[in-house]
């Protein structure tokens, strides 16, 4: 099957039920969506998909085939990380790290839908859980991050 992931076209020999995340890590090494719960509960796994935030863990890979697929490895770059990246540096969210690439795709699946949300939306979007409770930072983080963007956005006229 053909995947657009990242905005490449992939080709994949899994079965169609192979969940997409061993698609990605197994098969085409994109190994920054990491394996959680297995049963979405814990967003480990966030990818987008069309720009919507999904659980990578459970989505049959054939069922996102013709759709676009996006992963932590395109959200930014070491030279030009993405606002989210950044303010979660700034904020120091990380610790352990193991849940932050789902974190951080959770996040900007928010902000591409709302570029301002309240502390009630943040909490109500980000239902990923963090095993060492970064949670207030994540919301700071989140704050940091919509307001570059939106500074970005008020100075090249457009969206960022």
Same mark, same amino acid.
């Given at each position: ?61 054939? $069922? ?22 950044? $303010? ?36 109500? $979007? ?35």
């Amino acid at each position: 099957m053909q995947l657009n992931i990242n905005g490449e076209s992939r080709t994949s020999h899994a079965d169609a039920s192979t969940p997409l995340l061993w698609v990605l890590r197994d098969e085409l090494n994109l190994t920054g969506t990491k394996f959680g719960c297995g049963v979405a509960a814990c967003g480990a796994c966030t990818v987008h998909v069309d720009g919507q935030a999904v659980r990578s863990c459970v989505m049959p890979a054939a $069922a996102v085939a013709h759709q676009q697929i996006t992963t932590i490895e395109s959200l930014g770059s070491l030279e030009k990380p993405h606002p989210l990246q950044a $303010a979660w540096i700034a904020e120091q969210v990380p610790q352990c790290g193991y849940c932050q690439s789902g974190m951080l795709m959770a996040a900007a699946a928010l902000l591409n839908n709302n570029p301002h949300p309240s502390d009630a939306e943040i909490d109500a $979007a980000m239902t990923n859980l963090c095993r060492c409770g970064t949670y207030q930072r994540v919301r700071a983080a989140i704050h940091l991050a919509a307001s570059v963007m939106g500074h970005a956005a008020k100075k090249t006229g457009g969206a960022a």
